[in-house]
């Protein structure tokens, strides 16, 4: 563990040297949005599990899977973002990752991406939301202090976000959570193969509704008529109907 704080400083570091310089260089490929989230999931997933906290993805209304973008900086901007609410969110607390994309202002080749990190942490005081993304900036209160970090991440966080000609936002009130949100203007990526399923009816059955409804609306786009249930007792008597 000693190790990999050290670890994580060093690059940190290395970075923000790389950005004071004007040498950090963006290299762009194409970057499947699906194999990224899976990627942050692998990596995110035994931290929350470790505490306990509920880790949810919602991905939703996603024209073009495949976008031109530097894969290792944005894997970068969100674990940098997953991993503070992950540290700044209780035992048995929340985090929600949604992701999806709308038309975008830069023309058809450019699709507009939404990454929105939300948990029910410590929060942040107003004043230092100010400044939240200025070099060494770390609240002072016990529990921040308390709490490994260079307070550079969020820096660099905001400094890859300026250099994709993207934008980062923050909400956030002290012990209700903080909602960071990620706007990208991407050039899309090669087009895939479209494909459907068979016109099936299907049930979908979960406890959580914006999922369910996300579920049903995916389906409906490949063709497949589905209804969903919010209980196992309820699906049953659907599927008996």
């Known amino acids: 563990l000693s190790s990999k704080h050290l670890l994580g400083l060093i690059n940190d570091v290395l970075d923000m040297s790389k950005i004071e310089s004007g040498k950090l260089a963006l290299n762009i490929d194409a970057v499947s949005l699906r194999e990224t989230m899976e990627g942050i999931v692998g990596i995110i997933q035994p931290q929350v599990k470790t505490r306990r906290q509920s880790f949810n993805i919602t991905i939703q209304d996603i024209s073009s899977e495949q976008v031109l973008c530097d894969g290792v900086r944005l894997n970068q901007i969100l674990l940098n973002l997953l991993s503070n609410a992950v540290k700044f969110t209780p035992e048995e607390g929340k985090i929600d990752v949604s992701v999806s994309q ?24 107003p004043e230092f939301q100010e400044k939240i993304f200025e070099s060494f900036a770390r609240e002072d209160n016990r529990r921040v202090n308390r709490t490994e970090g260079s307070g550079l991440g969020m820096a660099i966080t905001k400094y890859l976000v300026d250099k994709m000609e993207g934008e980062i936002e923050v909400k956030s009130r002290l012990h209700k959570g903080s909602e960071f949100h990620v706007i990208l203007d991407l050039k899309r990526g090669p087009e895939q193969e479209e494909w459907s399923l068979p016109h099936w009816d299907m049930l979908v059955a979960d406890d959580d509704e914006r999922l369910c409804g996300d579920v049903v609306q995916s389906l409906s786009e490949l063709g497949v008529r589905s209804e969903y249930a919010l209980s196992g007792r309820s699906a049953v008597e659907m599927a008996a109907r």
């Open 102 to 125: 709308e038309d975008s202002q830069k023309g058809d080749d450019y699709v507009r991406t939404h990454f929105w990190v939300r948990d029910t942490g410590i929060g942040m005081s």
